[in-house]
């Protein structure tokens, strides 16, 4: 690395004194960019973020000059190690973004490499057009990088992949010029010495014999070597754009892209989900399916179905799994016609039953479709949940050979893996013979390491012998270049080396892939080197053993790098800079870099950076498929940094409350504390204070078990609510008591005091076991979710079973409600209000931990038509985040980004958490009410 030093430095000095991007070599860019979704790391020179297309072009053209390796980068979600290296990153995700046009009547977009497919399509919906290839990442996935991984997705047998619709690019050659490529387009000089020096490479010979070692014809995915079948046309020109896709940023570095559309998919559709007692017999029932001619066949297997019945974002996306299937067939149809969608419906479940291949089957159609898509993209993350430092490896898992022969492959593959004692994980693309498979090793011994090998290499063979290809969609990287020779021979591959030699002479674009690649097990993440820590943990991480194995379920996969315009809450941090560091992969790539050093520093300054804004929202621990709670992690590094030099201010934020709650039972002017503290605590000027409130809360017993839990925020903020939710279920008829208010630990949990936040949980057990608890009805969602989340992390194995009873117990007021709510009729409300729409913002822990939007529900039982709850994201207050003058901006940014532009003038704003309402109140000037009270009102009580 020292000797690119120099050249990094004359390339920063060179670049326009207004240079429109960031540059940077910290320590923390490092970190956060030495790795993608692959098993390998390593450190890059520097990163480059440029911020428009000219800054782009600047960058790539001063490096080239300087003789610098460029690593073209997108969402950096590649699996074979694609934008790992070192040499100088550039980034195109953040900035170049923009849809230069869409030609609606001639279906094409020309489109800048930072254009995230899903985004593109939200946009080309409103011409009734769609970019039609696809991977499990199309949230987050960039053109420029589908282009490099010639990607295709789940729907490929239908639209091919982005070979398929590529029709012109611009890029930046060796020259570091800009050049236009495309069938039609007149080459300039640069272009045509390379057409015609390429079409010397492809003479008859060498035609007829990568014909001979190259895949099947009727294998469409095909990805492994460069795509030299595809270039040269009927007519003896050659279409560089079909090279290119699939070249992973070895032969140039993309500036723009024009690509082909497609019309909306047929608007009858629906899933047929068949039940197979095996991954065997899926197969063979999608051999019928394909007869048929579905848009998309999909492979779930048991090993994925288990996965998901304990990750909270997916339990809700079970609901069409009948009995206990070994495998899953999910087979999609898009029809214009009705009656042709119920004709293939019909008749392939009929011929399937026939064949005795199937227990059951569900039909999916509307909306629910894409729950079932949901769980079946879910599949990468969800593999990463397996405990342990063995998981399933990402090394022989996108192999395809022709579907007639995938049950014969599959069973030979199986038994290769038998031999050595492992097993595999089966899922994906069945329709295009394609699965990803997955053995299950351990990277962090050799033996794990050396059977990463072995595997790959028993596995090359078995895929030249069905004359499959390698990789069907995720690339060589740094993972497959080297079995290029094995499966197409010395020729061929030296036939690339050629290729790669006339485009990039010096070996700048992209080093290390597809050609000339580094020994497979090199620069693995986790190397001959790695240590495990020693830390005697605050939490027990009794599910992952310890903070290292709750930090290595990321796998780089970037759920977390989505934008604002996509559904859900996760990252909300991210969404507002769309910084790495501010996602919860960056936060993750930084703490895995620096646990794996064995005595790790977790206070060092990249550390610090990286969780700065994190605001423990737990999005991540729904919407992230491997589970990832960086909220608890973060907690876990304050505690660990902290627990003996811990902070007056911080003591004050983590013990305030329960301050507060002593002070209130003593009446004393809590009200006035405020303004005293906003100096020491560097609260924001522009944050209104709290309202504290003196009002009492009765003690209320209980004959029947059910007993209302009054935590701090609740007693010290809105005593009233308990009393208002009490009179609800009076006016249901149920016998329900009001405790002692309890101090949840909530704060003493987000500051990291966790050894205070064990004391206040075993204090509040004991409590509790002297009630006879059979229900408790939590009211504020951050302190009673506590009991199902922390807690049960927390205390000690002598309290583990009563904490367990009580988390069984807790629920929200919102789900008790529902259950005991019956239709009371027209709401008691003025005729003006119930014909206000109603709008809800969950709190980011209910919609975490909860999901289902319950206080909608109850309006609606209660009269109310038009109740919406807002996909709002977070609101950015996030406790005393929010208040505090260094995060002002970045929490006033979060809001803007999802929750404030969705509220309406004209609606009654409906907010359970105090934080929500309170963010609201500052930034919207307006009130938001809490549903309780708003139920309260409408029952007239």
């Given at each position: 690395?020292?000797?690119?030093?120099p050249?990094l430095k004359s390339?920063?000095?060179?670049?326009s004194?207004?240079?429109?991007?960031?540059?940077?070599n910290?320590?923390?860019?490092?970190g956060?960019?030495?790795?993608?979704?692959s098993?390998?790391s390593?450190?890059?020179?520097?990163v480059?973020?440029?911020?428009?297309?000219?800054?782009?072009?600047?960058?790539?053209?001063?490096?080239?000059?300087?003789k610098?390796?460029?690593?073209?980068?997108?969402?950096?979600?590649?699996?074979?190690?694609q934008?790992?290296?070192n040499?100088?990153?550039v980034?195109s995700?953040k900035y170049?973004?923009?849809?230069?046009?869409i030609?609606?009547?001639?279906?094409y977009a020309?489109?800048e490499?930072?254009?995230v497919?899903?985004?593109l399509?939200?946009?080309l919906?409103?011409?009734?057009?769609y970019?039609?290839?696809?991977t499990?990442?199309?949230?987050?996935?960039?053109?420029?990088?589908?282009?490099?991984?010639n990607?295709?997705?789940?729907?490929?047998i239908?639209?091919g992949?982005?070979r398929?619709?590529?029709?012109?690019?611009?890029?930046?050659g060796?020259?570091?010029?800009e050049?236009?490529i495309?069938?039609?387009?007149?080459?300039?000089?640069?272009?045509?010495?390379?057409c015609?020096?390429?079409?010397?490479?492809?003479?008859?010979?060498?035609?007829?014999?990568?014909k001979?070692?190259?895949p099947?014809?009727?294998?469409?995915?095909?990805?492994h070597?460069?795509?030299?079948?595809?270039?040269?046309?009927?007519n003896?020109?050659?279409?560089?754009?079909k090279l290119?896709?699939g070249s992973?940023?070895?032969?140039?570095?993309?500036?723009?892209?024009?690509?082909?559309?497609?019309?909306?998919?047929?608007k009858?559709?629906?899933l047929?989900?068949?039940?197979?007692s095996?991954v065997?017999f899926?197969l063979?029932?999608?051999?019928?399916?394909?007869?048929?001619?579905p848009?998309?066949?999909?492979?779930?297997?048991d090993?994925?179905?288990?996965?998901?019945e304990?990750?909270?974002?997916?339990?809700?996306?079970?609901?069409?799994?009948?009995?206990?299937?070994g495998?899953?067939?999910?087979?999609?149809?898009?029809?214009?016609?009705?009656?042709?969608?119920?004709?293939?419906?019909?008749?392939?479940?009929?011929?399937?039953?026939?064949?005795?291949?199937i227990?059951?089957?569900?039909?999916?159609?509307?909306?629910?479709m894409?729950?079932?898509?949901?769980?079946?993209?879910?599949?990468?993350?969800l593999?990463s949940?397996?405990p342990?430092?063995?998981k399933?490896?990402?090394?022989?898992?996108?192999?395809?050979?022709?579907?007639i022969?995938?049950?014969?492959y599959i069973?030979?593959?199986?038994?290769?893996?038998?031999?050595?004692?492992?097993?595999?994980v089966?899922?994906?693309h069945?329709?295009?013979?394609?699965?990803h498979?997955?053995?299950?090793?351990?990277?962090k011994?050799?033996?794990g390491?050396?059977?990463?090998?072995?595997?790959?290499?028993?596995v090359?063979?078995?895929?030249?012998?069905?004359?499959g290809?390698?990789?069907?969609?995720h690339?060589?990287?740094r993972?497959?270049?080297?079995?290029?020779?094995?499966?197409y021979g010395?020729?061929?591959?030296k036939l690339?080396?050629?290729v790669?030699?006339?485009?990039?002479?010096?070996?700048?674009f992209?080093?290390?892939?597809?050609v000339?690649?580094?020994?497979?097990?090199?620069?693995l993440?986790f190397?001959?080197?790695?240590?495990?820590?020693?830390?005697?943990?605050?939490?027990?991480?009794r599910?992952?053993k310890?903070l290292?194995g709750a930090v290595?379920?990321c796998?780089?996969?970037?759920?977390c790098?989505?934008s604002?315009i996509?559904a859900?809450?996760?990252?909300?941090?991210y969404?507002?800079?769309?910084?790495?560091?501010?996602?919860?992969?960056?936060?993750?790539n930084?703490?895995?870099?620096?646990?794996?050093?064995?005595?790790?520093d977790?206070?060092?300054p990249e550390?610090k950076?990286?969780?700065?804004?994190?605001?423990?929202c737990?999005?991540?621990?729904?919407?992230?498929?491997?589970?990832?709670d960086?909220?608890?992690?973060?907690?876990e590094?304050?505690?660990?940094?902290?627990?003996?030099?811990?902070?007056?201010a911080?003591?004050?934020?983590?013990?305030?409350y329960?301050?507060?709650?002593?002070?209130?039972?003593?009446?004393?002017p809590?009200?006035?504390?405020?303004?005293l503290?906003?100096?020491?605590?560097?609260i924001?000027?522009?944050?209104s204070?709290p309202n504290?409130?003196?009002?009492?809360?009765?003690f209320?017993?209980?004959?029947?078990?059910?007993?209302?839990?009054v935590?701090?925020?609740?007693?010290v903020?809105?005593?009233?609510?308990?009393i208002e939710?009490?009179?609800?279920t009076?006016f249901?008829?149920?016998?329900?008591?009001?405790?002692?208010?309890?101090?949840?630990?909530?704060?003493a949990?987000?500051?990291?005091?966790?050894?205070?936040?064990?004391k206040l949980?075993?204090n509040?057990?004991?409590?509790?076991?002297?009630?006879e608890?059979?229900?408790?009805i939590?009211i504020?969602?951050?302190a009673y979710?506590?009991?199902?989340?922390?807690?049960?992390?927390?205390?000690?194995?002598?309290?583990?079973?009563?904490?367990?009873e009580?988390a069984?117990?807790i629920?929200?007021?919102?789900?008790?409600l529902?259950?005991?709510?019956?239709?009371?009729?027209?709401?008691?409300?003025?005729?003006?209000?119930?014909?206000k729409?109603?709008?809800?913002?969950?709190?980011?822990?209910?919609?975490?931990?909860?999901?289902?939007p319950q206080?909608?529900?109850i309006?609606?039982?209660?009269?109310y038509?038009?109740?919406?709850?807002l996909?709002s994201?977070?609101?950015?207050?996030?406790g005393?985040?929010?208040?505090?003058k260094?995060?002002?901006?970045?929490?006033?940014?979060i809001?803007?980004?999802?929750?404030?532009p969705?509220?309406?003038?004209?609606?009654?704003?409906?907010?359970?958490?105090t934080?929500?309402?309170?963010?609201?109140?500052?930034l919207k000037n307006?009130?938001?009410?809490?549903?309780?009270?708003?139920?309260?009102?409408?029952?007239?009580l």
């Amino acid at each position: 690395m020292s000797s690119k030093i120099p050249a990094l430095k004359s390339i920063r000095s060179e670049l326009s004194k207004d240079w429109n991007g960031i540059w940077d070599n910290s320590a923390l860019a490092i970190g956060l960019y030495a790795t993608d979704a692959s098993v390998y790391s390593e450190d890059p020179l520097a990163v480059a973020i440029p911020k428009d297309i000219d800054a782009f072009k600047e960058v790539v053209r001063v490096a080239l000059k300087h003789k610098t390796p460029i690593i073209p980068r997108g969402a950096g979600t590649s699996l074979a190690g694609q934008v790992v290296g070192n040499g100088l990153v550039v980034d195109s995700s953040k900035y170049l973004k923009k849809v230069i046009e869409i030609n609606a009547k001639e279906k094409y977009a020309w489109v800048e490499p930072g254009v995230v497919r899903d985004e593109l399509n939200f946009e080309l919906d409103k011409h009734g057009l769609y970019f039609g290839p696809e991977t499990s990442t199309t949230n987050r996935c960039t053109i420029g990088g589908m282009i490099g991984n010639n990607s295709c997705g789940s729907r490929s047998i239908v639209y091919g992949s982005v070979r398929n619709h590529l029709l012109e690019l611009k890029f930046i050659g060796a020259d570091g010029k800009e050049h236009h490529i495309g069938r039609g387009i007149k080459p300039d000089p640069f272009v045509e010495n390379l057409c015609n020096k390429l079409k010397g490479f492809l003479d008859d010979q060498t035609l007829a014999e990568i014909k001979a070692v190259y895949p099947k014809s009727n294998i469409s995915r095909r990805n492994h070597g460069y795509a030299l079948d595809c270039v040269l046309q009927e007519n003896g020109e050659l279409d560089l754009c079909k090279l290119f896709a699939g070249s992973e940023g070895t032969l140039g570095v993309i500036t723009q892209a024009k690509i082909n559309l497609s019309p909306l998919p047929g608007k009858h559709q629906a899933l047929l989900c068949l039940m197979c007692s095996s991954v065997d017999f899926a197969l063979k029932t999608n051999i019928s399916a394909l007869n048929y001619n579905p848009t998309a066949s999909e492979l779930i297997d048991d090993n994925i179905i288990r996965c998901t019945e304990n990750q909270i974002g997916q339990q809700e996306n079970r609901f069409f799994i009948k009995g206990n299937p070994g495998a899953i067939l999910v087979v999609e149809f898009c029809e214009e016609e009705e009656n042709i969608l119920e004709q293939k419906l019909n008749g392939l479940t009929k011929e399937v039953v026939h064949l005795g291949l199937i227990a059951d089957h569900s039909i999916v159609q509307g909306d629910d479709m894409n729950r079932v898509w949901n769980l079946r993209k879910a599949g990468l993350g969800l593999l990463s949940n397996i405990p342990g430092d063995a998981k399933p490896v990402a090394v022989v898992e996108d192999t395809a050979v022709d579907p007639i022969d995938l049950p014969a492959y599959i069973q030979e593959f199986n038994v290769a893996l038998q031999k050595r004692n492992l097993s595999a994980v089966h899922y994906a693309h069945a329709g295009s013979g394609e699965l990803h498979l997955r053995p299950v090793l351990d990277l962090k011994s050799d033996a794990g390491r050396k059977a990463f090998f072995d595997i790959a290499m028993d596995v090359a063979l078995l895929v030249k012998k069905y004359r499959g290809a390698l990789s069907g969609e995720h690339g060589d990287g740094r993972l497959r270049g080297y079995f290029i020779k094995t499966m197409y021979g010395e020729r061929i591959y030296k036939l690339f080396q050629d290729v790669k030699r006339l485009w990039d002479p010096e070996h700048l674009f992209n080093p290390g892939k597809i050609v000339e690649t580094p020994h497979p097990i090199e620069n693995l993440r986790f190397s001959v080197h790695y240590h495990k820590p020693e830390l005697n943990t605050g939490f027990h991480f009794r599910q992952f053993k310890s903070l290292q194995g709750a930090v290595e379920l990321c796998n780089g996969s970037g759920d977390c790098v989505k934008s604002e315009i996509i559904a859900g809450t996760l990252c909300p941090s991210y969404q507002a800079t769309k910084d790495e560091k501010d996602s919860t992969r960056g936060r993750a790539n930084i703490l895995r870099r620096t646990l794996a050093k064995g005595n790790p520093d977790l206070n060092n300054p990249e550390l610090k950076k990286a969780l700065e804004y994190c605001i423990s929202c737990k999005a991540c621990k729904r919407e992230c498929p491997s589970n990832v709670d960086m909220a608890k992690i973060k907690a876990e590094v304050s505690y660990q940094n902290s627990k003996n030099s811990f902070k007056l201010a911080q003591w004050a934020i983590s013990r305030g409350y329960g301050v507060l709650l002593k002070a209130r039972a003593l009446r004393a002017p809590a009200s006035l504390l405020f303004p005293l503290l906003r100096g020491p605590l560097q609260i924001s000027s522009k944050r209104s204070a709290p309202n504290f409130s003196f009002e009492a809360i009765p003690f209320i017993p209980s004959k029947s078990g059910i007993w209302i839990y009054v935590d701090e925020f609740t007693a010290v903020e809105s005593p009233k609510l308990v009393i208002e939710l009490q009179k609800i279920t009076q006016f249901l008829k149920l016998d329900v008591g009001i405790l002692p208010p309890f101090e949840s630990a909530r704060s003493a949990i987000s500051m990291g005091d966790l050894k205070h936040a064990k004391k206040l949980i075993h204090n509040n057990i004991n409590l509790l076991k002297k009630y006879e608890v059979n229900e408790l009805i939590g009211i504020e969602p951050s302190a009673y979710l506590g009991l199902k989340e922390e807690w049960l992390d927390l205390c000690g194995d002598n309290h583990l079973k009563l904490c367990q009873e009580l988390a069984g117990k807790i629920k929200g007021y919102d789900s008790f409600l529902l259950e005991h709510f019956s239709d009371h009729g027209t709401p008691k409300f003025n005729d003006l209000e119930s014909k206000k729409p109603i709008q809800i913002h969950e709190h980011c822990h209910h919609k975490a931990l909860v999901g289902k939007p319950q206080v909608q529900e109850i309006l609606k039982i209660l009269g109310y038509q038009e109740v919406e709850t807002l996909d709002s994201g977070c609101c950015g207050m996030a406790g005393f985040f929010g208040y505090q003058k260094k995060n002002y901006q970045i929490s006033k940014a979060i809001a803007n980004n999802k929750l404030l532009p969705k509220i309406k003038q004209d609606s009654v704003l409906i907010a359970a958490g105090t934080s929500c309402r309170h963010q609201i109140k500052d930034l919207k000037n307006r009130k938001a009410l809490h549903p309780i009270t708003f139920i309260h009102r409408t029952l007239g009580l």
